[in-house]
Structures are given as C-alpha cells and as structure tokens.
C-alpha cells in the first residue's frame, strides 16, 4: 500500500465492499464507514487482488503471457499444431551416490495439445545427496 490497492468490508453483517483503495485518507474513510456498519463495529483490509491493482499479479501474469506466447511458437513434430511442450514429469531421479531414487523429476514429457504425439527426455544423470531419502533423511 499504496502500490497495491486495498479492499474494506465490514467484520460481520452484509455492508458495502469498498475496493480500489490507493489513498490513505480513503482507507481511513473506509475503515470508518465500515466499522460503522458491521454489527460488531470492527472493518476487515484486504489486499485488493485484481490484476488492474496488484503489481505482484501484474508481474505474475505477464510471465504467464510470455511462458504461452514461447509455448506457442513451437509447433508439434508430428503435426504442426502450436503448442508442443512439457505435459508431464516423472520422479525418481536417481541419488548420485546410493541410486536410490528421489523425488526430483527425471524425465519431461512432450506433447501435443492436438494429437497423440508425445515424446520423453531425461532431465538430469543424478540427484543432489542433500535430496535423497536414504542419503539425508
């Protein structure tokens, strides 16, 4: 606050919801005339978490635009279709010193959102020890 906006309601009973609050005077404002109509006299802050007022959300979905746009440029091998990339990982990366298998992904599969095709790839050779079951319980 006041980068990030602010939402006040009452604590209890059914008042008005006032969003989009930057301003501390507005925020004062708000507290007042909420607390006013909640039986209990008591208001609730919220952080507001609409994108429109939520930098951290902004940042989050323009990542998420750029990881789509970058997983749309690439095209299905089989099929040309945009949109081929990771569906699925599988665990069991194996320790590096006792081969146990851990829970880091050791294979990524690809796939298709229009067709069947799919293929695998092997991420790592071995797990970290510090990620191991048997070596660091």
Known sequence: FPTHALVVSPATG????IKG???????????IASA???PD????????MRAHFNPTRQRHIAEA?????KRL??????????????IETLGGLPCE????PTNLARTTIDGCPACAHRSSRDLEAFAPAEYCPLCNP
Do not use: N
Request: hydrophobic share 40%.
């Open 36 to 38: 006013g109509t909640s």
């Open 14 to 17: 059914c008042g008005r919801i």
């Open 41 to 48: 006299g008591q208001a609730i802050v919220q952080t507001d």
């Open 73 to 86: 440029a690439v095209r299905c091998p089989a099929c040309g279709t945009p949109g081929w990339g990771p």
């Open 97 to 100: 010193i006792c081969h146990a």
């Open 21 to 31: 609050i930057t301003d501390p005077d507005a925020l004062t404002a708000a507290i």
């Open 65 to 69: 635009a750029r990881r789509l746009a």
